[in-house]
């Protein structure tokens, strides 16, 4: 069931999102060579902390998972696609991308957010990855609008990214995902498919939108620690996440702060 979200509620997520939005743009600053995730995941949780809201992906245990996700960020390099599990000894080094991918619980209520960044110097496919994914993101955003339809959002990023010249796998088996009350309501939000398709987009819902792209294949398989998902072809993968919400006019992207506003 689709959650149309109070008058109240949106701005409770308006302010949790700006605070997710400082914290994973403070963590984005601290990713070089040397560090490793754990460090990462730690100084994460300490900054969601100092602002009084809660890490919302610490010893969450979705469905069918056995053990609950042990860390506050998802920290996903090269070719792990998302839900990367920090580690002392994963230890971050040049020409590395890295995807940060972080949820908030403030007053009750949930933003999420992600982006992949370059470890110092990367080389030029992957610059270009990093590039097309973020964009598809945008597209998917601004087709979010009252009137359109779930599958419009998917069939803009599939096109977009279909037009590159640099042939991507779209990973199909992730998608993105309404979000507020729950870290994952409905609808679910491929990033492929057909146009006017799926549920209508009604004003008050609160959507996060999360293209998946990969160099090689579309085909992704999972750890044996339950999370971390890599490529098939161990070939890089890069992902982007912002919550919106739809109102009676432009998409509200609820995960922008001052410092994302700087880039």
């Keep these: ?24 743009h403070k963590v984005k600053a601290q990713v070089r060579p040397g560090i490793s995730t754990y460090e990462l995941d730690k100084y994460a949780e300490r900054l969601i902390r100092e602002y009084g809201d809660e890490p919302a992906f610490l010893n969450y245990k979705p469905a069918g998972a056995k053990v609950a996700f042990p860390a506050s960020l998802c920290v996903s390099v ?12 994963k230890i971050l080094k040049e020409g590395d991308i890295i995807s940060i991918d972080c949820g908030v619980k403030h007053k009750g209520l949930f933003t999420d957010m992600a982006m992949t960044v370059a470890v110092g110097e990367i080389d030029e496919s992957s610059k270009k990855l990093l590039e097309v994914t973020e964009r ?13 339809r779930i599958g419009d959002i998917g069939y803009v990023i599939q096109s977009y990214v279909q037009s590159q010249k640099t042939k991507y796998g779209i990973v199909e088996v992730l998608s993105g995902h309404g979000v507020g009350v729950a870290i994952h309501e409905d609808p679910y939000i491929p990033n492929f498919g057909k146009a006017n398709t799926g549920e209508k987009i009604k004003a008050g819902m609160v ?57």
């Design 1 to 24: 069931m689709i959650i149309i979200k109070t008058k109240e509620q949106i701005e409770t997520l308006r302010e949790g999102g700006r605070r997710l939005s400082e914290v994973l």
């Design 136 to 148: 598809a993101l945008l597209v998917g955003i601004d087709v979010a609008r009252v009137g359109n």
């Design 78 to 89: 090269n070719e792990e696609v998302v839900h990367g599990i920090p580690k002392k000894d």
């Design 207 to 263: 959507i996060a939108i999360e293209p998946m792209l990969n160099i090689g294949t579309k085909n992704v398989t999972l750890d044996k620690d339950g999370y971390t998902f890599h490529t098939a072809d161990h070939k890089p993968s890069a992902h982007f996440e912002h919550t919106i919400l739809i109102t009676d006019g432009e998409p509200e992207v609820l995960t922008l702060s001052l410092a994302s506003e700087r880039g």
